[in-house]
C-alpha cells in the first residue's frame, strides 16, 4: 500500500488547512492514523479513525481543533486542522494498519506516507 500525502504548507497562526492523503488501492477495510513530528521531538500521534468512520480518536493537544475524516470510495483520509498554533508546526505523516481498529501507537501502522509539512507562523 502506498500513501500519498498532500495539503501542508505555510498558515498564519489561527488559520486553517486540511491535509488528504490518498491510498494506493481501496482501503475500507483499513484503520488510517495521522502522526507528526517537529524537529528535535519524537512522533507524535495525532488522530485516527476506525475502517468505517464511526470511531475516532485525538490527541488532547488538537482535540477540538482537528478532524479526522475518511472518504472511502476515494481511498482518502483527510485531517481538517482549525485554529492552528506554531506548536502545530510539523511534518505530518498519514498511516494506514491492516486492521478494522484504530491505534494511537506509530508501531501499530504497517504502511507510512512520505509527510507533508506544516509551517505555522506567528
Known amino acids: 500500500v502506498q500513501l500519498q500525502a498532500s495539503g501542508g504548507g505555510l498558515v498564519q497562526a489561527g488559520g486553517s488547512l486540511r491535509l488528504s492523503c490518498q491510498a494506493s488501492?481501496?482501503?475500507?477495510?483499513?484503520?488510517m492514523g495521522w502522526f507528526r513530528q517537529a524537529p528535535g521531538k519524537e512522533r507524535e500521534f495525532v488522530a485516527a479513525?476506525?475502517?468505517?468512520?464511526?470511531?475516532?480518536n485525538y490527541a488532547d493537544s488538537v482535540k477540538g481543533r482537528f478532524t479526522i475524516s475518511r472518504l472511502n470510495a476515494k481511498n482518502t483520509v483527510y485531517l481538517q486542522m482549525n485554529s492552528l498554533k506554531p506548536e502545530d508546526m510539523a511534518v505530518y505523516y498519514c498511516?494506514?494498519?491492516?486492521?478494522?481498529?484504530?491505534?494511537?501507537?506509530?508501531?501499530?501502522?504497517?504502511?507510512w506516507g512520505q509527510g507533508t509539512q506544516v509551517t505555522v507562523s506567528s
Open positions: 488501492r481501496t482501503f475500507s477495510s483499513y484503520a
Open positions: 498511516a494506514t494498519r491492516l486492521r478494522l481498529d484504530l491505534s494511537t501507537w506509530a508501531e501499530g501502522y504497517d504502511y
Open positions: 479513525i476506525n475502517w468505517s468512520g464511526g470511531i475516532t
